[in-house]
């Protein structure tokens, strides 16, 4: 399949829904095969619906980038907040939701909605990225380190009631005073 390319724009509260259709929808298509459906259940009533979707979107904490092709195909969150011990760097933000319909998997649009978030970052201060990926999850792994993510430690992830491992990925970036990122970044 060839590459697509796809309009990125920071997430209004008009998109509440939609993105929760995608959220919910990504969310069940990476991990239903692996996980006990009363666990996905409880996971997605917790963290997926149009007013929970919205208080995110209205949220001063959380960015969230939209990327749509004909509909919306894909949608990264980040998230102010304290990281994990294991993240050191001073200044950090939280890549907290990455996720890309399954029907664009591998068309580039992960890709050009990261450099986008690194973007994000960068503007916002950031000297570092931050994030927790299920241990299971090797797609996703190596997705992070083709951008420059390095595993530091790790952390609990409760689904439902299962206690799962996720790995903490760092990626720093020299931060310049106005905000750009420096040379050589990708
Ligand atoms: C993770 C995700 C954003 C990556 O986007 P993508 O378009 O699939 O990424 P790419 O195809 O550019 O890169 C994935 C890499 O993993 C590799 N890969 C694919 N399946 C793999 C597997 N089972 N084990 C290890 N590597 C794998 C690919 O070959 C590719 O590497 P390459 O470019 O060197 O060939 C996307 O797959 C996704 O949204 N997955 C579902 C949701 C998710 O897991 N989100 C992350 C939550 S933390």
Known sequence: M?????????????????LTDLAARTFR???EADNRPEDMADHLARSYSPARQLSELTSPDIVTLLATYD?????AQLRRGRPPACVTSAETIELWRFDVDKDWHGRGIAKDLMRAVLDEAAAAGASAVWLG??????RAIAFYRKFGFADVGAHAFLLGADVQTDRIMVRSFGAT??????????
């Open 2 to 18: 060839e590459d697509a390319s796809c309009t990125i724009r920071r997430a209004v509260p008009a998109d509440a829904a939609q």
């Open 29 to 31: 298509d990476t991990f």
């Open 71 to 75: 509909g919306p195909t894909a949608f």
């Open 133 to 138: 990926v299920w241990e299971r999850n090797p």
């Open 177 to 186: 005073a106005d905000g750009r990122r420096s040379k050589g970044d990708s």
